[in-house]
Nanobody
Framework: QVQLVESGGGLVQAGGSLRLSCAASRGPVAGVDMAWFRQAPGKKRELVGSINRTGGNVVYEDSVKGRFTISRDNARNTVYLEMSSLKTEDTAVYYC????????????WGQGTQVTVSS
């Protein structure tokens, strides 16, 4: 099975930037689509954005478009979430997820990393 480990979370002031990393290991990592989700306190987990296995197709949730960038380095089996112009409403636990390219849903999840944006 694919294992995912996130890193890079922390505390940042509004307007600042942060980069999250998600390292994938084991399993067919070259054939997985990956995504970032987040869950704020009291809210449902939501998709932030996704990137397909080649990196050629990236989509974003509307509220992060123009501020967040998802990329992947397949040589390092790592996907990144670059976040800029952070807002307090971006505060959440961010999760990395993966699925085999033909699977209908994300089956592999990281443990999550906390991002807190202060005003």
């Amino acid at each position: 099975q694919v294992q995912l480990v996130e890193s890079g979370g922390g505390l940042v002031q509004a307007g600042g930037s942060l980069r999250l990393s998600c390292a994938a290991s084991r399993g067919p990592v070259a054939g997985v689509d990956m995504a970032w989700f987040r869950q704020a306190p009291g809210k449902k987990r939501e998709l932030v954005g996704s990137i397909n296995r080649t990196g050629g197709n990236v989509v974003y949730e509307d509220s992060v478009k123009g501020r967040f960038t998802i990329s992947r380095d397949n040589a390092r089996n790592t996907v990144y979430l670059e976040m800029s112009s952070l807002k307090t409403e971006d505060t959440a636990v961010y999760y990395c997820a993966a699925k085999l390219w033909f699977a209908p849903q994300y089956d592999y999840w990281g443990q999550g990393t906390q991002v807190t944006v202060s005003s």
